[in-house]
């Protein structure tokens, strides 16, 4: 367990829309059930969310699972950042609604990263993939940002570029790479995909091809470090990887909760005590603010009950943003952070995971294990939609998706 932050402890995501204008192939937005939420979280929700965690936090998201620039008061959620001090705030965008407007009060507030989402490093590709943006708007976006930066003379917002590792994307990233250096991006993160199921992109996992991925992330290192951009991309696949029997079925079917996160490699201690574990932590750590140091071993025990929370937008809390059980863990239409942070959901959940009794959520959890190419929960959200009990109708699909001391 990391060391425990006494002020700023916590780590908020907070989704004020349920929208989202693409339909990337991987994502649950383009799942045949799913239902977009009409919720958009009103000014008033919006300020008592803001006051009673924005002081808590040392870092706040202002998007998780939905399109950020689609909520009409997310402008006066960057200034709220702003008013509460939080020394890291940011959100990540398809792009799209990106204006001068929001641009300059981005600015205004000095949040430090703007992330844009981008999958495919050619207009074949990217179209392919994000339907149905196409490739020169994009382009044209970001050259928007660095136009806005030198219009206002800023540093910030350092502009950063998520995107995810695909079978149709994999061979592109080093010239990718160069490309976006050439628009002004300073961070690139490059992800493996985790596959949901009837999304029928199976083979688009790497886990189909170790090597061929290996290669390609080594090539756009070496880019990176020429050009001069950080880029923090997965841990290479072991050279013993061997690829599955059926590897389609490895990520998508997992018959009960213990099976879906076993290692590839064998012995789960062994897997718990090498190198390549110690090394995912400590970026891991680093990634979410931690105050720790590099430790040579790590537990694997899931930490985001002790600091993390998201908040959907109706005010609904889940203690992840994957949490695709659809329990909710409180309410700030009716509760404070406190009665919320100790209440029973939070508390149960936690004992859960240091029993390592993990409901199945948890166990088949892609985000804990998130880059770590020695478990096979990394790529696959397999059966955790499917084998929830209301999963069978598209009912479970309007849920807006996807003991601690607080400070007093």
Not at 181 to 197: F, L, P, Q, R
Request: proline letters at 7%; aromatic letters at 8%.
């Amino acid at each position: 367990m990391p060391v425990r932050r006494t002020e700023r402890f916590l780590r908020v995501k907070l989704d004020m829309v349920g929208r989202c204008q693409l339909r990337c192939v991987m994502c649950h937005f383009a799942h045949p059930q799913f239902v977009e939420s009409k919720t958009v979280m009103d000014r008033a929700l919006l300020e008592k969310v803001a006051d009673d965690l924005f002081p808590r936090a040392h870092d706040v998201v202002l998007s998780s699972s939905a399109e950020p620039l689609l909520a009409p008061d997310l402008p006066r959620a960057l200034e709220l950042c702003r008013k509460h001090g939080v020394p890291n705030f940011h959100f990540s965008t398809n792009g799209i609604g990106l204006t001068d407007k929001i641009l300059d009060t981005i600015i205004d507030v000095e949040m430090p990263v703007l992330t844009i989402s981008i999958d495919g490093g050619t207009p074949e590709t990217f179209e392919s993939i994000r339907v149905p943006m196409k490739w020169d708007k994009m382009m044209e976006k970001l050259d928007l940002v660095a136009a806005a930066k030198r219009r206002r003379g800023s540093r910030r917002p350092i502009l950063s570029v998520t995107t995810v590792l695909m079978m149709r994307t994999i061979r592109e990233m080093p010239d990718f790479v160069r490309l976006m250096h050439s628009k002004g991006v300073e961070h690139m993160n490059m992800v493996h995909m985790g596959v949901i199921g009837d999304l029928g992109v199976e083979h688009e996992s790497l886990i189909n091809a170790p090597e061929l991925s290996n290669e390609m992330l080594e090539r756009a290192q070496r880019v990176a470090d020429e050009v001069g951009i950080l880029l923090t991309k997965p841990l290479p696949f072991p050279k013993d990887f061997g690829k599955p029997v059926d590897a389609a079925a490895a990520i998508t079917d997992a018959s009960n909760a213990d099976a879906s996160g076993t290692s590839a490699l064998g012995a789960e201690q062994e897997i718990a005590n090498s190198f390549s574990v110690a090394d995912f932590m400590n970026h891991k750590n680093r990634e979410f603010l931690l105050a720790t140091r590099d430790k040579p071993h790590h537990n694997r025990r899931c930490y985001f009950p002790w600091y993390y929370i998201h908040v959907n937008p109706d005010g609904t809390v889940f203690p992840c943003g994957s949490w695709f059980e659809f329990s909710t863990f409180g309410d700030f239409k009716t509760q404070d952070f406190r009665q919320i942070w100790t209440g029973k959901p939070f508390r149960e959940l936690r004992r859960q995971i240091l029993d390592m009794e993990l409901r199945d959520v948890c166990a088949n959890c892609s985000v804990s294990n998130m880059g770590r190419p020695d478990v096979l929960a990394s790529f696959s959200h397999r059966a955790k939609v499917k084998r929830d009990k209301r999963a069978a109708t598209s009912e479970s699909w309007k849920t807006p998706a996807p003991d601690p001391q607080p400070k007093a």
